[in-house]
């Protein structure tokens, strides 16, 4: 039987965030860790590369809050609603011209099938991953590491991207066993590329279950325990993104980031009395409060289940 | 009126890729109209998607449940996109030229942007291997401009002759943008690769168009006017998929 990797989200974060590394806390708008997203605010690492496909609230926020110096990106946008303006502000020049406020931030920027390809290079241990895009864009020109190259066989031209290999992946899952055991459901972007492509890699779960509930659906399992170094128990770990059938998305907190991004002093008090005023996720579901918690309760609509067969 | 003509584009088309805002109303639309048997594609990974309630982001726990399929990120864009297996890519813009080349990257300098727009997502490489592009975006002389900052996505290039010799070499598996839908009127692409006006929305004059152009707009002799809104679209439209008018005004 495997030793239980189950630790707090405070001593994961200690133990295998640090200063200096790229960073991805990956979930394509279903699953993002914003649990593990604070708990590195309020631990105060510096100098992160962070990566994701979309920034989405999790990075505006942390970068905001100053632990990151580079973002490695495909769409810059808060999904819906419009811009991530805490990032923009310190990457664009302002109304005379001048440069954003130090420290800037360093953007290294692909499309979604890039970021996706690098990670699946990464993950495959591979030098390049060839895709069909860029052509005839000026996303090349603005970043060189997306580079063209001929098709050993035959005349076809197609682009490439380099790996991605994150220091440190972190993801949100419906469960795993102690062991590390990940299975999900629901919208699985890209969370398994980034984690075996990872050096380290932190699984934040809604429960962990018992080993022969993985056992019994093997089909669903995302990641072995092999690749994960700590399962962090967090319900509610993802809020205000969403877990499929467990919690919705809040809409109404995406919204509302709009206003509260737009102005870096009521920014920087959002972070004061969210993330650093609350010791832990526990915490901060206790100051959502139960109603907004219940109105984000889904209805059910279980999937059934399948008959693997026993054979002996 | 703009999500409406969108919509109605889609009649006859069967899979459709759905990008964020716009499209999202649009492709459900038509889905409940002109195209029911229109499969839904979300590039976060849903093919088949029969979502319940209008999805505010692309990646909306709705266009799971009930879907048909929920794959990989790296599945979706690898074998349903480049695979060739999409008939329409919806695109916004922020920024589109006369042959329809759009900008979503930035306005002004890479490096020192004046604004940093959101990048490109995924519009880049559905530009190149849908088998054709829908636009839906705002008409204005900063939206429809003589030259676009940043190239995100090409559309027709420099015009159909290199678009068409660049796609044959490159061996692109799209044809590139074939309509372009905007609160002021619908547009198709001549034979020379250019946008011109299909028709103007009801109320919408051709000087209108022309001043809200920033190239000189190829308008024909008589300009037909897009269909009005019929009942039953404007029913769907504000009563079932979207009455608190997150997307519509």
Redo the contacts between chains.
């Keep these: 039987m495997s030793p239980s990797k189950v630790a707090s989200m405070r001593d994961a974060i200690a133990g295998l965030v640090r200063d200096g590394d790229t960073v991805a806390i990956e979930g394509?708008?279903?699953l993002i860790s914003f649990a593990a997203g604070h708990e590195i605010i309020r631990q105060g690492r510096r100098d992160l590369t962070l990566a994701r496909?979309?920034p989405d609230l999790v990075y505006d926020q942390m970068v905001a809050a100053g632990v990151a110096r580079k973002l490695v990106?495909?769409?810059?946008?808060n999904?819906?609603?419009g811009?991530l303006h805490a990032?923009?502000r310190r990457?664009?020049?302002d109304a005379t011209?001048r440069?954003p406020v130090p420290p800037g931030l360093e953007l290294e920027?692909?499309?979604?099938?890039g970021m996706?390809?690098r990670y699946?290079a990464g993950a495959a241990n591979l030098p390049f991953f060839p895709?069909?895009?860029?052509?005839?864009?000026?996303?090349p020109a603005?970043n060189p590491l997306i580079r063209q190259m001929p098709s050993p066989y035959g005349e076809?031209?197609v682009y490439a991207v380099p790996p991605l290999r994150p220091d440190v992946t972190i993801i949100h899952a419906q469960r795993a066993s102690a062991a590390g055991d990940v299975q999900v459901?629901?919208?699985?972007?890209?969370q398994?590329?980034a984690a075996f492509a990872a050096e380290r890699v932190i699984a934040v779960v809604e429960e962990v279950v018992d080993e022969s509930v993985i056992r019994a659906d093997p089909n669903r399992t995302l990641l072995p325990g092999l690749v994960v170094d700590a399962v962090v128990v967090e319900p509610w770990g993802a809020h205000p993104s969403?877990v499929?059938g467990h919690y919705?998305?809040d809409?109404a907190f995406?919204r509302a980031w709009d206003a509260i991004s737009r102005d870096e002093a009521r920014l920087q008090a959002w972070l004061r009395e969210w993330v650093h005023g609350v010791d832990g996720r526990a915490a901060y579901v206790e100051k959502l409060g139960a109603e907004r918690i219940a109105a984000l309760r889904?209805g059910s609509?279980p999937s059934g289940s399948v008959d693997y067969g026993a054979y002996r | 009126m703009m999500v409406v003509a969108a919509a109605r584009e889609l009649a006859g088309k069967r899979v459709c890729f759905v990008g964020?805002?716009l499209p999202?109303i649009a492709v459900n639309l038509a889905q409940r109209t002109v195209a029911p048997d229109l499969e839904l594609v979300y590039?976060?990974?849903?093919f088949g998607a029969r979502p319940a309630r209008l999805?505010?982001?692309?990646?909306?726990?709705t266009i799971?449940?009930?879907a048909t399929a929920?794959?990989?990120?790296?599945e979706l864009?690898?074998f349903y996109?480049?695979g060739g297996l999409i008939d329409v890519g919806f695109l916004g813009a922020a920024q589109i030229d006369r042959y329809g080349n759009i900008n979503t990257?930035v306005i002004?300098d890479?490096a020192?942007?004046?604004?940093?727009?959101?990048?490109?997502?995924?519009?880049?490489?559905i530009a190149?291997?849908a088998r054709e592009v829908f636009v839906i975006m705002r008409q204005g002389p900063r939206s429809f401009v003589e030259r676009i900052d940043?190239?995100?996505?090409?559309g027709n290039?420099g015009g159909a002759a290199e678009a068409e010799r660049?796609r044959r070499t490159?061996?692109?598996?799209g044809r590139g943008p074939s309509v372009v839908v905007t609160d002021l009127g619908v547009y198709r692409f001549d034979p020379s690769g250019e946008m011109t006006v299909a028709s103007l929305h009801p109320g919408v004059t051709p000087e209108a168009a022309r001043a809200a152009t920033g190239w000189d707009l190829a308008l024909p002799d008589a300009t037909p006017s897009t269909a009005a809104p019929r009942e039953e679209e404007l029913r769907l439209l504000r009563q079932e998929l979207d009455p608190e008018g997150?997307y519509l005004r």
Excluded at chain 1, 131 to 139: A, M
Excluded at chain 1, 185 to 190: P, S, T
Excluded at chain 2, 43 to 46: F, K, T
Excluded at chain 2, 150 to 154: C, E, K, Y
Aim: aromatic share 14%.
């Design positions: 394509f708008t279903h496909l979309t990106f495909s769409w810059l946008g999904p819906g609603v811009g990032i923009r990457v664009e020049a011209g440069p920027e692909y499309s979604h099938f996706v390809a699946t895709l069909r895009s860029y052509f005839e864009t000026d996303l603005a076809d031209v459901w629901g919208l699985l972007g890209c398994k590329e969403y499929q919705d998305r809409n995406y889904p609509a | 964020v805002g999202n590039e976060a990974g849903v999805p505010l982001s692309i990646g909306d726990p799971v449940t009930g929920a794959v990989s990120m790296f864009f690898a996109l480049q990257t002004g890479y020192m942007p004046e604004v940093r727009l959101p990048g490109s997502g995924g519009a880049c490489e190149i291997n940043f190239r995100t996505s090409p290039l660049t490159q061996g692109w598996l997150a």
